[in-house]
């Protein structure tokens, strides 16, 4: 735990450092036994390293919030998830529609139950993290941003915590294309 | 090849909707009625001693035979023939590991064996507890030890005799529920 917080901040800073922005989602939990969940939020860091003319190497830190319904904001359940994925755009520019699989690692994943005997169940759990999105890459301005869906899955103690997100994020990219944004 | 890329991705994401979620699978609740038998079991200088639990998470009200509560630690218990068995694995988020406990954190009782306290006290005691699983809300693994026995009880004075003259071996637990 001790080094998965060292490592945590060590990517915190260096992104941070580059200037990435943040970013955020609304997501919802599916699957069995999720409709005592609200509607959830996430907000993360991501970024990109082009590869190719058509795709990039992409890097992502999230925070995502899930509260129970009935109990403000008590009960509920956070993971934060730390995630590489490959970002290839299906026109071969960079820009426009685009797939993108991810994997990576749930560094901090709690839950808090209430029991039958109203005392507090907190849950701890890591896992590993798989995720499928499609979006769909612009530019307002000079500014590139990203709207994308995501699929995403965390999987631990041989259960599975399953959530839908829709994001928009700006894009920060370690250097340019030979094509213009 | 894109197409199969997304095939791909939706044939190993889509079946984990079927699974029950994390919280769900770290309580045991399966949904299913379904009796899962624990047990306990280690050898004592050479004694054997055993428990089996059938149908482990409904020992019905009162003490349980065997199980793993959690509180500000995970508390791993059963009752024997002999006395209590008793392991603390110090963390706040049990996992699949190596737990180990040495006589430098402080004496620590674990059992009770020909009527006396047996505690990790000298210099070379220890239990060494190893998690195999965590699955749906059980644990299972092994373990083994070296103990030494009170003579005279008074904790914290208790008056130990021969440091490490106990040994525990071939220790191993299955399907002992988590309790939260």
Known sequence: ?181 | MKFYLIIAAITILLPSCLKQSIPDAMLGISGKQIKITATLRYEINGNLVSITVEDADRQGPGIHTLECVKSSNYVLSGITSSGDFVFTFFTDSLKVGNYNYTSSYGPMYVTTFQGKAQYVYGPTDHMSFNVTTYKDGHISGNFSGQLTPVITPGFPNNIYGVPGSVSIKNGSFTNVPVAY
Do not use: W
Not at chain 1, 110 to 124: F, Q, Y
């Open chain 1, 1 to 181: 735990m001790f080094m998965g917080k060292r490592t945590l901040t060590a990517i915190v800073l260096c992104l941070l450092i580059m200037q990435a922005n943040a970013q955020i989602s609304v997501m919802k939990l599916i699957g069995n036994n999720t409709k005592d969940y609200k509607i959830g939020f996430g907000a993360f860091i991501k970024t990109g390293l082009p590869v190719s003319e058509a795709a990039d190497v992409t890097f992502e830190l999230g925070a995502n919030i899930f509260f129970m319904s009935g109990y403000g904001t008590q009960y509920g359940t956070i993971m934060c998830p730390l995630k590489a994925g490959y970002r290839h755009t299906l026109n071969g520019t960079g820009q426009g529609f685009y797939v993108e699989p991810q994997v990576g690692y749930n560094l901090i994943g709690i839950t808090s139950l209430p029991s039958e005997t109203g005392e507090n169940i907190d849950l701890k759990y890591h896992g590993v993290v798989l995720a499928a999105g499609a979006g769909y890459m612009f530019t307002i301005g000079r500014a590139p941003f990203d709207l994308n869906l995501r699929y995403e899955t965390v999987v631990a103690h041989g259960g599975s915590n399953n959530f839908v997100s829709l994001g928009i994020s700006r894009i920060i990219s370690f250097k340019k294309r030979e094509t213009e944004y």
